[in-house]
């Protein structure tokens, strides 16, 4: 089989104005890194990656430093075509296919809440050692808690941090676009469960963030179409709670732990918030053994 080379099969969307998604991944039978398992194909390129980036005249604020070093190449080089000088990044949390790109950027202002700093630092060992490396690990060199305001060009912007997905995560809100950059705390077809034993704190935080005010959100893994025609509805974060709930349910029905995807999200899937896509029956299957081991089952 032959293997695209990094970030050949990279798309370019614009789902909002001053907004770029960089777009990678769900290419039919095909796999960037190897056939064994890994974390960029198994956790990124086969679900699909999307990371982006708000411009607005010389500067730029990139969402997520992608899943490689030639992804991270691209995304500067068009920033720097279309005429920005000043790039900053913040990082949504703290999971190698969201910072694999740092080197690039290291130049830069890297923003990342001070959870997503210390994680990174914790794990900085593994990380330059995985499959595949992503050594040298750049760090951030500024960090916030819980909320941080700036500005890109004219355009505000809000970094907002919630625990969903990841404990450490960040959210952009772009309010005069009624925007949401969710990162990974929203997925289609569904949430990546890392850290079973807090996911009634997710919830907590997904219920806060379906009060705020924006229109569309735009996730990290998701579907191509979905987020080339501007991003999810609101409904997306009702999915996603009726799917974690679910999952907690498990521990106490084994007849529901053992349903498949296509079964246990029918209801979520009728909606149309999300949809099912077949390579997500992995990622549920070990969603459902995390949940029950976390409750040592």
Known sequence: M????LGSTMRLVRPAHNVLGFYDGRVDGVRI???EPNWLDDGAYTLGICTYAIVDGSQALVYDTHVSLPHARFIRRTLEAMGATSIRVVLSHWHDDHIAGNEVFQDCEIIANRLTASALERARADIES???????LVLPNRTFEN????TVGAIPVELRQVEIHSHDGTVLVMPDAGLLFAGDTLEDSVTYVSE??????HLIDLERMSGWQFDRILPNHGSF???EA?????????????????LLACRQDSNLAKQDLKTFGADMFATTAVEYFAPYEAVHRQNVEAVLAANGQ
């Open 2 to 5: 032959t293997r695209p080379s």
């Open 33 to 35: 890194w190897s056939d």
């Open 130 to 136: 995985g499959n595949p490396p992503i050594k040298p």
């Open 147 to 150: 909320s941080l305001s700036l």
């Open 196 to 201: 079973p034993e807090r996911l009634a704190e």
């Open 225 to 227: 179409e979905a987020i």
């Open 230 to 246: 501007g991003g999810y509805d609101k409904s997306f974060i009702a999915a996603t709670d009726a799917y974690v709930r679910k």
